[in-house]
């Protein structure tokens, strides 16, 4: 008999969910129990049989510590059900505790500890997604050096900074932005019964009504508050790697705060309100941003390409920089950081300009 694509592809996804499974059940006995020899033989075999044993192994292991080096506090305040697997985690240290040696996956309920404690992490999980339902759904995109002003459904107003681009999701329940790449600036009209959400990859900023800017970067996003209160969600990392669980941060007016890859949320810095979104009045606020930043800023102004030359011992991409410039004159600010920098600047080659280490 003919085995059907999707009975195929449901037998793949059964067979991942039961490596998964033994993955947790697997380092809940490596990690917490007390294996028996013959129980880290059969631990090891299992390793080695499928390199996706040892990916999904470190995953799970990685997952609970993540869990583990967070406090209690800051897991109740970023999502109750969170705080709820973290009680969990102690009852299953327990139940670990009073069961050794640990011959078999715990049951509970009819369920693995593996498999329960997967059903409330996948609960306490929250991806950025778009409305299920849409009444309005448009892209927009700017040009070089040309921010463009939309007004949006709900009155709220959303500047995109040039050579950007975001696509907009409106219905009865949501008002969802999601900021493909660039910079906006938005000032939100206050609706208490819709959130207004601007998701940027991993990163989600929900306010109810207020004016912020959003600077997505290479690595990393900057959100800046002029008015109200932000609330940000980014997954928790962990030896630079993103975990599952979600942490969640408050912005207030004149802070701003920093989602990286390899950090998460970082700590709240003071900015001056008047100095956010300072791009809509062509003026260009840097404080430590590094070369490479700059050019990335830079290439949104300028019709001539600009690059880094990272082909010398020396790369010029970490140089920090400081200062308020004019957008509309990226050949001067170039020139400046000539006179700042050991930096050259090469335009000999038509439709290019390259940047060098002296």
Known sequence: MKVSDREMNNQVDENIQEIINRAHEWRLLIEDGEP???????????MEQDPLHSQMYERASLMWKAINEVPDYELAQANPQIH???QFIYWCKSIIAFNTPYKKPIIYGG?????????????????????SSEDFRQSYSSQIA????????????MILGPASSATVFFSNQNRNV???????????VKDTDREFEVSVDNLRVSVVGTEFNVDKRKTR??????????????????????????????VIAGQRM?????????GVSSVSR????????????????????????????????????????ASISDLRITGAFDSQNIDSILDSLTRIHPITIDRSIQGKITLTSK
């Open 36 to 46: 028996t020899d013959a129980e880290q033989k059969n631990f090891l075999r299992w």
């Open 84 to 86: 709820v697997m973290q």
């Open 111 to 131: 369920m693995s500890i593996a498999s329960l404690m997967l059903a409330i992490f996948y609960l306490s999980y929250e991806s950025p997604q778009s409305p």
């Open 146 to 157: 040309q921010p463009l002003t939309v007004t949006l459904p709900d009155g709220s107003n």
């Open 178 to 188: 999601k900021l493909a790449n660039g910079v906006a600036y938005f000032d939100v």
């Open 221 to 250: 996003v900057i959100v800046s508050v002029a008015e109200g209160v932000v609330d940000l969600k980014f997954p928790y990392v962990l030896n630079e790697q993103k975990t599952g669980v979600i942490n969640q941060k408050t």
């Open 258 to 266: 920093v989602a990286s890859e390899s950090k998460g949320l970082e």
């Open 274 to 313: 008047d100095k956010i979104g300072g791009w809509r009045n062509n003026t260009l606020i840097y404080q430590g941003a590094t070369l490479a930043e700059f050019v990335a800023d830079a290439n949104r102004y300028s019709v001539t390409p600009i690059v880094i030359d990272e082909g010398q011992n």
